[in-house]
């Protein structure tokens, strides 16, 4: 009933910018927590920043400062600017999205926690 798409990917010369952006599409009642991982070839998934419905953010030393993440949340769509890249940033960047649904199937709200698929990212030297 949720899905979660990324988008804004590309190729970028390093020092350059991108943005990527995440959406939730559905019956979504509210996002709760917002989270940006990447993966690199042969390394594992790795979380390198959250925001909460309230704003609150948080983000690892490899992209603080460079990195700022935002929220739309009339929208439901989550942006993630990327400033002065370099080429260990790249890799592919997924989105994991919480938060509440309606289900005209059940009563109440239903709880989500959703994948995207990903969006590459590739910084030139």
């Known amino acids: 009933q949720v899905q979660v798409v990324e988008s804004g990917g590309g190729l970028v010369q390093a020092g350059g910018s991108l943005e990527l952006s995440c959406k939730a599409s559905g019956s979504i009642f509210r996002l709760n927590l917002v989270r940006w991982y990447r993966q690199a070839t042969g390394k594992s998934r790795v979380m390198i920043v959250s925001?909460?419905?309230?704003?609150?953010?948080n983000y690892v030393d490899a992209v603080k400062g460079r990195f700022t993440i935002s929220s739309d949340n009339a929208k439901n769509t989550v942006y993630l600017q990327m400033s002065n890249l370099k080429p260990e940033d790249t890799a592919t960047y997924y989105c994991?999205?919480?938060?509440?649904?309606?289900?005209?199937?059940?009563?109440?709200?239903?709880?989500?926690?959703?994948w995207g698929r990903g969006t590459q990212v590739t910084v030139s030297s």
């Open positions: 994991f999205a919480e938060g509440y649904y309606t289900d005209s199937n059940n009563p109440g709200l239903q709880s989500f926690g959703s």
């Open positions: 925001i909460t419905d309230g704003g609150t953010t």
